[in-house]
């Protein structure tokens, strides 16, 4: 429900465990960028790192610097050219797509609703009433929802762009994947907004392998290391 269209025709496999812990290693990761110029992607040089399931990582770099290429390669928005990617010690292509896919889920700054209520949205990631409330409480929207003229019936991409960033923030949670992905942080949110979104960052610390990909490092103090990226290189650096 959260990924990106996809450009390209992926293959999967068969392997169905799961319970992924969410651990992960690339190996040797190189990337050509030119053969994906519409995606704005860039090169990656022999990328190798290993995140340990439940560690909050933050990938620090400028624009251009290959965020955006880690982040497509992981989600399988695009192939993977050489080196291996492995998520518990399994190649990520050997994964079945619907266990990939429930497992690792991300939230950008564009979040997508589908037609229809914030009821409607959340209620298609979680069937239970009680938990999304208790997650728009965590993210702290379910006062504002409540409100609205229509609350919960109000539809969700009416919302402000504040809002709409926090709805899918909840939406992220009520996913229950083992890997959370958050790419970027939109300009609109306020500094009192990024501390609050550390906050939950921090009650997750943990339970969750939670990435990280931002142009600033205002959120150092909650990760386990970070890793810069400089011209496709990686370099890792305790946090």
Not at 99 to 118: A, D, E, K, Q
Request: net charge negative; proline share 2%; charged share 25%.
């Amino acid at each position: 429900i959260l990924r990106f269209d996809e450009k390209e025709k992926l293959t999967f496999g068969s392997v169905k465990v799961n319970d992924i812990k969410g651990e992960i290693d690339f190996l040797d990761v190189t990337f050509d960028a030119s053969i994906h110029e519409e995606d704005d992607l860039n090169d990656l040089r022999h990328v190798t790192f290993h995140i340990a399931s439940n560690q909050t990582i933050l990938f620090h770099g400028a624009r251009s610097s290959g965020k955006r290429t880690i982040f497509y390669l992981l989600n399988r928005f695009v192939s993977l050219q050489q080196g291996d990617i492995y998520i518990d010690q399994v190649k990520i292509q050997d994964f079945s797509e619907k266990v990939y896919r429930s497992n690792i889920n991300y939230l950008t700054t564009r979040p997508f609703f589908y037609h229809g209520s914030i009821w409607r949205n959340l209620k298609l990631i979680h069937s239970s009433k009680e938990k999304i409330v208790s997650t728009l409480k965590q993210v702290g929207l379910y006062d504002y929802i409540l409100s609205l003229p229509k609350g919960l019936q109000t539809e969700a991409s009416s919302l402000p762009n504040r809002e709409q960033y926090l709805l899918s923030l909840a939406r992220l949670l009520l996913t229950d994947s083992e890997i959370l992905v958050l790419y970027e942080f939109p300009n609109y949110l306020s500094g009192k907004d990024k501390n609050f979104i550390q906050s939950i960052l921090m009650q997750l610390h943990g339970k969750k392998t939670i990435l990280v990909f931002s142009a600033n490092d205002d959120i150092r103090n909650v990760c386990d290391c970070v890793f810069e990226i400089e011209r496709g290189s990686v370099t890792r650096d305790e946090a």
